[in-house]
């Protein structure tokens, strides 16, 4: 009788386990558990990483504008959508909204978009491997950015998205930095590794406290704040990367906080859509960039006594539901209600993060899934410069 008595208390304990791990939202994510992200991009990262090694580093002192208000080491961009008016040809340009001028100034925002290609791919390669060719050309590239003074960039962003004949730089500019989120991640996991001395961690974290001290306290800083759109969620993706990396309680939680009461309230429609994202010309790449950008506060902020992932509005909006709005648009891009984009459109979808992270955090295996399917890596700088995420071995085990 005793194994009978046994096994009819194994099946009530178990049947108690499932009902309690589901009560909590938890035994989705252990669907999860049987995908190994570092050995399904194993081969990706390294393939990259082996070229970057052949590639030095870039900065922005190798290039300077005409237009811009700045010296030498201060980052320069101008307006994309703004052109010259053809009925004042020197005059105050004008703006022709999701249409890229070809003739503006991107040499800057090149550099930095190499940046973030080239060191999140070898501290990657790196965490695979632990080889220290990788890690000692990643803290080269690091050490030329935000260390040497011959050829460091200044931590603002004072005179980015520059309008000619308007303005010298606007707060909209700080969307440009968003491409050191995933450097300050890598500077993160580099810590563990013998290229990157304690001298120049506290030169880089020096560096990222005064950027992130500028853009909290200055007029662009604070403007860019107060943004509605993907450029808020942005300035609170940023802020939030960059207070993890430099150990920053306070704004940590001011970035909780402000995820809460402004990007959740402002951006999310009941149903899930972006309504200002769909207001532009570009709403399918639009909504997509928004969306990665609050997935990856989320991967950044949630704690297991404060999980984003699961926070939800009273009238149920939150970032779970603007994952179930997007994503059969992203598995079939056909069903799209709005109109195309009116440039790029063709290049989207990508291997969006927000895939990745919702699906290991909600427990939704068809998320990753479909993640797994999609293109990583693009030539197109449109597409570079939107897909700021691109070393998930970084970011989840």
């Given at each position: ?51 970057y090694l052949k590639e030095a580093p870039l900065t922005i002192t190798a290039s ?148 992130v001290e500028w853009m909290t306290t200055s007029k662009n800083g604070i403007d ?174």
């Open positions: 009788m005793k194994p009978q008595r046994s096994t009819k208390l194994t099946k009530v304990f178990i049947k108690w386990f499932v009902l309690v791990v589901l009560s909590c939202g938890c035994l989705p994510c252990l669907a999860q558990s049987d995908f190994n992200v570092a050995k399904f991009d194993r081969a990706r990262v390294l393939k990259s990483a082996n070229q300077r504008s005409p237009r811009s208000a700045g010296g030498v080491h201060d980052f320069f961009s101008e307006g994309d959508y703004w052109w010259p008016d053809p009925q004042n040809p020197d005059g105050p340009y004008i703006q022709r909204d999701g249409m890229s001028n070809p003739n503006n100034f991107v040499d800057h925002r090149r550099y930095l978009m190499r940046l973030s290609v080239q060191v999140p791919a070898l501290v990657a390669a790196w965490k695979l491997t632990k080889d220290e060719r990788y890690a000692n050309h990643a803290v080269k590239h690091l050490r030329a950015w935000f260390i040497d003074e011959q050829t460091r960039m200044n931590p603002n962003l004072q005179y980015a998205q520059a309008i000619h004949g308007r303005f010298t730089g606007r707060g909209i500019g700080i969307i440009d930095t968003i491409h050191l989120v995933e450097v300050a991640r890598a500077i993160e996991v580099l810590k563990d590794s013998r290229a990157l001395t304690m001298t120049d961690l506290g030169a880089l974290v020096k560096w990222f406290s005064d950027y860019e704040r107060e943004a509605k759109n993907n450029h808020g969620t942005c300035w609170v993706m940023q802020v939030a990367a960059f207070a993890s990396l430099t150990r920053n309680r306070e704004l940590l939680a001011y970035c909780r906080e402000r995820f809460k009461t402004r990007l959740v309230p402002n951006q999310i429609a009941v149903d899930g859509r972006f309504p200002e994202e769909l207001r532009r010309t570009k709403p399918y790449g639009y909504s997509l960039f928004n969306l990665d950008a609050l997935a990856t506060v989320c991967q950044i902020l949630s704690t297991p006594q404060d999980n984003l992932w699961n926070f939800s509005l009273a009238d149920g909006r939150s970032v779970a539901r603007a994952m179930q709005y997007m994503y059969p648009y992203i598995k079939d891009k056909k069903t799209w209600p709005l109109q195309p984009d009116v440039m790029y459109d063709a290049a989207w979808p990508m291997r969006h993060i927000s895939l990745l992270f919702a699906g290991r955090a909600l427990g939704r295996r068809e998320y990753v899934e479909l993640w797994k399917t999609l293109t990583a890596d693009s030539s197109v700088d449109e597409v570079v410069r939107n897909l700021f995420i691109r070393q998930p071995v970084l970011w989840v085990e």
